[in-house]
C-alpha cells in the first residue's frame, strides 16, 4: 500500500495491526500495510505483531505516532 492509500484508509484513532521492524532507546518502529509508524516509549522485540492506535499523522513527513491499543 503507498503511503496515499494509508492516508485515504486511516485516520487518528484507528487501531491497527503491525510487526515491530525496528527497536532504538526511544521506542519501536512499526510497519503496518507498507507504510511504518513510531510506537514511542514502545519496547517489543523485532518481529512482534502489536495491536496499535494512530495517534498522529503527518503527511508531509510520511510518518505517524502510534500507542499501544
Do not use: N
Not at 492516508?7 to 518502529?29: A, K, M, R
Amino acid at each position: 500500500m503507498s503511503w496515499q492509500e494509508f492516508l485515504d484508509e486511516h485516520e487518528v484513532g484507528d487501531l491497527i495491526e503491525g510487526v515491530v521492524t525496528q527497536e532504538v532507546p526511544f521506542g519501536s518502529f512499526v510497519e503496518s500495510e507498507g507504510c511504518t509508524g513510531l510506537a514511542y516509549q514502545q519496547s517489543w522485540p523485532v518481529g512482534t505483531r502489536v495491536s496499535v492506535r494512530i495517534l498522529a499523522i503527518d503527511p508531509e513527513k510520511q510518518r505517524f505516532s502510534l500507542a499501544p491499543a
